[in-house]
């Protein structure tokens, strides 16, 4: 499957059996529980950066400092926009498990696009804002986190072409092998759980903290 | 695909395979677990070259106080270097991408790591790591230390401090994907014939240290790209005048860096674990005991990061908690150097280097562990902090303790891993010129801090100069015992005594296999029968049923004794 060493060892007798090989469980691949171990770590990543902007926002009397205000309303409907899309997402996983290729593809075209959205979006909020990345303690914080949550945004975005390129190959994907549209899935997840939290700690309790 | 296929097709001759690798096929992108950790292992050894040519310079530069061998800067830059290639370059690399990449599928009984591409690639972050390190110092060379610490790291030599950090983020990075590895591997792989208390206890300190690793490492991959903003971009986290803070630095950096001390010590005393009861042909003593310690020592590690920051403004409530935990990290460790103790207690000992190293590492480890808890409470801390006596602290932990157990390690699987036996006189001659050259160099050092000679400095005070004499001598002994080490693993590697399946009568996995092992390991899977320490249970088993039937026996004779009475 993938070129490694484990699958073309993989043991014979189960994958003969007619009967098991319906079952959804009888393709033992751990990419998608590699992945859930790896985001234990990015999130961890994240964590750090949180803990700085708390801890920083600690020491400093008036937070965000003078010259720097927070706009809500485009990043409330870009929120709005990146939570809805794991809704979406979620029916793309929920069609290539009933073996609908062409639902699968229609709802990952969505997911793409309302990232896409979330990123323009982000960039016109930078655009607009009206200070930059060395502005102030506020808006390094500001830039980096909602910069480096836009780059994992941006491969999240590419993980899910990814998926739709490959799916023009007819059986690529079935209600059987979905891994890859599993994992985009996964990661997408929790490049919105992050957001909220991002958007929680740097627009909500900026204003109303 | 190729489940698709196997249905059409009932039978399916095995992929052919070839029976070992040739020498090249570990200069490239190789995906066999076995190769990786041979090309870890022999990577991490040049850097431990390397970086000790480092610090012989830098000894040499403190023999006497008016030397002027190297000029500071290049002496800062020594400093850093050697700091950072040691840990990130040598000892982690070597104990747990190294071992733990030969040792774990060989041990659980698998054909592979579960991520096998992924695998390679995190050892090839190594090599250009390595280069952005040597090559900085076209540029200057990094002088803020290993630990990097703005405001310093943000004022000298930007654009060598800036390559430091990049090595670091890819030695990071290779350090979270092995975790995950591992991890994956050793929870799923594991062949079903095992039970849990089957895992050689290589394996449990592996999972500990992947776990560890996983959720460290981020943390300092956070500080350091917010430290590259602070010296290349103009942001302020970490300059006060501009409303950031240092302190923020140091938690995130010793986050990672206090759990990276176990990082590099977990995967050794798996290795302790493993060499011990083989070497002393006895069965473990406290198994669980040694796998839970290293899960609490896992999670404790993450607890104690403040140790580091006594003297950085922490308040009391912080010191007295960090204190605590400290202390508290003592215990499990205690529990395993009295397991491995107790272990060798009347075993059948083979006093060979695998042996000698391991009891060697047990004595560093304990001196340095003991200076450890003294650093653990504030009121030494604070006076000897910045000192010589912390420099000998974690010498004795990560030389006397980690390197030590490598060389165990080396000399116990060498036969594995290529089939020819090291040395043993050889062996023996580098043992006891290590011990002599460790303790020569670094227990002077406890006497130096605690007169107050600053660590992390070219020159200094006059009066310590006696002493300073004495360790770089030592230095030099240790610089020298390296060769014997050199000569026995090339020449044995190529004409060594050759070792056989089962050189040492070892009852884990990786004995069953043929020495070196078969590209896929195993021809046919072995089953697990006995655990990997039930030396002489068969025996012990008869012996008791003996003791059993004569005690029965015995209490016939009592019942008839009383009967007797009775009437």
Redesign the interface.
Known sequence: MDGSVIDTAAPLGEVLSPAEEAHHEEHPDFRVLGLLVFLISESLMFGGLFVTYIFLRGLNEQWPPEGTEIELLLPTINTIILVSSSFVIHYGDVAIKNDDVKGMRKWYWITAAMGAIFLLGQAYEYLTLGYGLKTNIFSNCFYIMTGFHGLHVFIGLLLILGVLWRSRRPGHYSHQKHTGVAMAEIYWHFVDVIWIVLFALLYLLTIFG | ???AQ??DK???E??EHPKAWKWYDYFTFN??HKVIGIQYLVTAFIFYLIGGLMAVAMRTELATAESDFIDPNLYNAFLTNHGTIMIFLWIVPAAIGGFGNYLVPLMVG???M?????NALAFWLNPPAGALLLGSFFFGGAQAGWTSYPPLSTITANTAQSMWILAIVFVGTSS?MG???F??TI??MKIPSMRWDQLPLFCWATLATSLLA??????????L??LL?DIN?????FKPD????VV?YQ??FW?YSHPAVYLMILPIFGIMSEVIPVQARKPIFGYWAIAYSSLAICLVGLFVWVHHMFTSGTPPWMRMFFTISTLIVAVPTGVKIFSWVATLWGGKIRLNSAMLFSVGLLSMFVIGGLSGVTLGTPPVDIHVHDTYYVVAHFHYVLFGGSVFGLYAGIYHWFPKMTGRMLNEPLGITHFVLTLIGTNLTFLPMHELGLKGMPRRVAMYDPQFEAVNVICTIGAFVLAFSIIPFLINVIWSWNKGKKAGDNPWGGLSLEWTTSSPPLI?NWEVLPIVTKGPYDFGMEQRAVMERKEDEEEYEYDDDEDEYEDEDDL
């Open positions: 695909m190729a489940q196997l249905l009932p039978f399916q095995p992929p995906v066999d698998a054909r592979d579960a991520f096998p591409r992924l979270i975790s995950v590895n991890i994956v929870w799923k996983l959720v460290s490492t981020p943390v300092l991959a956070a500080g790209i917010l903003f971009f103009g942001t302020s986290f501009a409303g950031g803070n923020i938690h995130l986050f896929e």
